[in-house]
DNA sequence: AGCACGCCGACT
DNA sequence: GTCGGCGTGCTC
């Protein structure tokens, strides 16, 4: 094994043969990290993927340069992973490990050197580098890699730093190398020899004229015999402020007491009271018997469970199970600003066992969770997509809660891989079971579940014999033609909104649209206010006085007058949640009217303010977008209103009946949660709409059956398989050229019908980028397999083109 | 992804 | 005459 395959932070193809020296020979394990030199004087972390004996033909491999590990720290388990995720959805391992590690286990020329202890330097045979390197090192102990470029030809840096390795004159510092140190915590006790040798009384008498330090002896004395266990912090001391921290340091210059520091964990962790959790009813039971059943089959499980119906019950019960017999838990959420109510109750339970893993850790505070996930101290960890990629030891569960939720499967970040479906791969590797969670299934894990590849378990009963919603279609034309409308509310609907206010009860209006208008438009000559980076109309947001593209996030002022023609009659086309909310305060002016939506919410614990003025029923009507589906569980919301329904189905995406079944449904699902009165308006063009029909009638099945045909006819997934590339360049001529050639490669090796476009994306121009889409529908099962192959084929002819190279391609697995 | 190499325009 | 723009090619 004197070769390694090493993957690089880098998002290049494949891996990177190394030599492995000698010496490392014996300590090189697949999963360790390594420093690895890379062209001229770069130096990655790279992962040790594969160890063979298969010399490279065609180049010189550079030698490994050190180990950083003294064990793997990516598992077996992991390996796999990366390698499937790198296969099915046809990414870069190095993009993967880029995703996947914390920054600072990745550093790059961050490392340090120094010098090896006790080594007596032969300058003699040394070249002018050398000695440089040494001399400077023997000033300043540690050195890093771009502190080196001062005084070494960047081009002789790598060449210099293995031969002074090599001459065993220097070394890597580790410790700096992951540059990440435990936060400590100061700690007080009384000197041991001060006990054992002084007369207590004497000490005491010692200190008659200082009050102060006396008392602040006798009070550390007396926590220390109470309970010799018990470590006394030193911050406590000085708490109430009676003691001072000179009183302290007085004792301490008198040699009678001492202080000492140990690591605290840089995350806070729940040290309160830990709570039994409520008994399961019994329809939940019933569905836990199923999971059991399924879990000894080895089959995991798709738990349909409507709104309020307990899921989350069911989950601490698998959770604890799973924890009793020893194994750990991965709880996966869509985002975690909104897991209070899960999190709180583990927390209970579970305490210090409990661990966080999401984007908006810092650094540090990753690389600690990873820590205690790699020496198996954390039980259960509560994280988003990237926490399926922590080193865990012994995983026996994952739930993947509101699985349908797109979050599992954003479409900005690389590798572009859906964490629902990963999950699953990762518990089968891991001989773990998953439990895919969601009152709104996705379509796919419907399916699925119907094929009987993982069980399907429905919870239907609302626990606590809360009833279902109601829901009522308003014909928002009818009330139109019988003048019944005030602006974009019926009188019906106006009237419901009123009465829930009236009797002190909570209401949700959901628009699913940002900003105040969607375009402004000059009457006289039809301008509209283009973004000047993306092919998009800009959005007119009131509260900011101010246009916004939504897809670039540049911002303009409001023009005054048309550019163009000067006319200033301009009109606000397409109506946005703002203006809706501006709707609902002029028609409600005693009642408090707040909006949630991403512009609203971007102060700093905006959301948790709003949340708590909701709690607190200082709140009467909620206008918001999606945003107000998740999290807000409060027990006096009874009305949901969605005035223009319309506006979710007619998007161009075959998802968007999907999209809308689980936006109503999700939003319905907040209202009546305790009284069973909930009630949901509809108002719509088409109140005759299949989609609106179903929902009305209470009854998943049927939708899905629905949407499963609609499918079905028009040949999309779960009945085939999209493929979806996605090319990109600043000239819009080279990309076009580029797509018609991908295009024609791809028809010439799979069926015409598989190959749709090339064509102009949806958004034509994004951030200056032009952009083109092809389309490929591949069938299902066997032939998948082969079909993919070919269409690696096809890239990697394109590829070839070296005219092409500078053209971004985007492949999406699965989109 | 970085970084070097190399070939053309605007400047001390 | 040179500095620096970014197109192209390579990295084990």
Not at 99 to 119: D, W
Request: hydrophobic share 35%; with cysteine; proline share 3%.
């Amino acid at each position: 094994m004197n070769y390694a395959q090493i993957v690089l932070p880098l998002n290049l193809k494949g891996s990177f043969t190394y030599k492995v020296p000698q010496e490392l020979l014996s300590e090189i394990q697949v999963g360790m990290r390594v420093l690895v030199p890379f062209g001229g004087k770069k130096i990655y972390t790279g992962i040790v993927f594969e160890l063979h004996d298969n010399a490279p033909e065609s180049f010189v491999a550079k030698e490994v340069i050190s180990i950083l590990d003294d064990k793997p720290i990516v598992p077996q388990e992991q390996i796999q992973f990366w390698n499937w995720l790198s296969e099915y959805y046809l990414s870069g391992l190095g993009e993967i490990y880029r995703f996947a590690f914390p920054s600072s286990l990745k550093l790059e020329s961050e490392t340090y050197l120094k010098l090896k202890p006790n080594v007596t330097v032969d300058f003699e045979n040394l070249d002018v580098n050398e000695m440089y390197l040494i001399q400077a090192l023997e000033v300043r102990q540690l050195i890093n890699l771009t502190d080196i470029e001062a005084f070494i030809p960047k081009k002789d840096i790598i060449k210099t730093i293995n031969s002074l390795i090599d001459l065993q004159y220097i070394e890597i510092d580790e410790k700096i190398a992951e540059k990440y140190k435990a936060k400590e915590v100061a700690y007080v006790r009384i000197n041991d020899e001060v006990l054992k040798n002084q007369n207590l009384t004497e000490i005491i008498l010692s200190l008659k004229r200082a009050q102060k330090q006396k008392d602040l002896f006798l009070h550390i004395l007396e926590k220390q015999t109470e309970n010799p266990d018990m470590h006394i912090k030193k911050s406590d001391l000085f708490e109430d402020g009676y003691f001072g921290s000179s009183h302290f340091k007085a004792l301490a210059d008198k040699n009678l007491v001492e202080e000492y520091y140990m690591q605290k964990d840089r995350i806070e962790s729940y040290e309160g009271e830990i709570e039994e959790i409520e008994e399961l009813s019994e329809s939940q039971k019933l569905a836990k018997i199923t999971i059991d059943e399924a879990f000894e089959e080895g089959k995991n499980v798709l738990l349909h469970g409507v709104t309020s119906s307990g899921k989350t019950h069911i989950y601490l019960e698998k959770i604890e199970e799973c924890i009793n017999e020893g194994k750990n838990v991965l709880f996966l959420l869509p985002e975690i600003s909104l897991t209070k109510q899960i999190t709180q109750r583990l927390e209970k339970k579970y305490g210090r066992q409990l661990g966080f893993y999401h984007q908006k850790l810092t650094d540090f505070e990753r690389v600690e969770v990873w820590r205690r996930i790699r020496q198996n101290d954390i039980k259960i960890l509560i994280g988003t997509r990237n926490a399926l990629f922590l080193p865990f030891q012994n995983l026996g569960l994952i739930v993947v809660d509101e699985e349908h939720d797109s979050a599992y499967r954003p479409r900005e970040v690389s590798p572009y891989f859906n964490a629902k479906d990963a999950a699953l791969v990762l518990g089968n590797f891991y001989n773990a079971r998953v439990i895919l969670g969601s009152a709104t299934p996705s379509v796919e894990s419907y399916y699925n579940a119907r094929k009987d590849r993982i069980q399907y378990v429905f919870l239907e009963e609302r626990f606590g014999k809360v009833t279902l919603p109601e829901y009522e279609l308003i014909n928002f034309k009818e009330a139109q033609d019988s003048k019944k409308v005030s602006g974009n509310f019926s009188l019906r609907l106006i009237d419901e909104l009123k009465r829930t206010v009236d009797e002190k009860n909570q209401a949700i209006v959901l628009h699913n649209r940002r900003g105040y208008a969607n375009v402004i438009e000059c009457e006289s000559c039809g301008y509209v206010n283009y973004c000047s980076n993306c092919d998009v109309v800009m959005t007119y947001h009131k509260a900011a006085n101010e246009m916004k593209c939504h897809y670039c996030g540049q911002r303009a002022s409001k023009p005054k007058a048309c550019p163009k023609c000067h006319s200033e009659k301009l009109n606000e086309r397409g109506v946005g949640v703002e203006q809706i909310h501006e709707e609902v305060s002029k028609l409600f002016p005693e009642n408090e009217v707040d909006r949630m939506d991403v512009d609203s919410m971007r102060k700093k614990f905006a959301y948790e303010k709003l949340y708590e003025k909701i709690e607190d029923g200082e709140i009467d009507i909620i206008v918001g977008t999606q945003m107000i589906s998740k999290g807000l569980d409060f027990d006096h919301i009874e009305l949901v209103a969605i005035p223009k329904a319309d506006s979710m189905l007619y998007v161009q995406d075959f998802r968007a009946e999907e999209r809308a079944y689980q936006l109503i449904t999700q939003v319905s699902g907040r209202a009546g949660r305790v009284s069973g009165k909930g009630k949901i308006l509809i108002q719509t063009f088409n109140p005759d709409h299949s989609v609106f029909q179903l929902i009305k009638m209470n009854n998943p099945a049927k939708v899905y059956k629905y949407i499963l045909t609609e499918r079905q006819k028009f040949h999309y997934p779960p009945f085939t398989k999209l493929i979806m590339i996605e090319l990109k360049h600043r000239k819009e001529e080279k990309v076009n050229r580029a797509s018609q050639f991908l295009g024609s490669v791809l028809r010439k090796y799979l069926p015409e019908d598989c190959v749709l476009g090339p064509e102009k994306s949806q958004i034509a121009r994004l951030n200056n980028l032009y952009q083109f889409q092809i389309l490929l529908k591949l069938p299902r099962g066997k032939n998948y397999e082969k079909f993919k192959k070919l269409v690696l084929l096809s890239l990697k002819e394109f590829d070839e083109i070296t005219a092409y190279q500078s053209i971004k391609k985007d492949v999406f697995v699965d989109f």
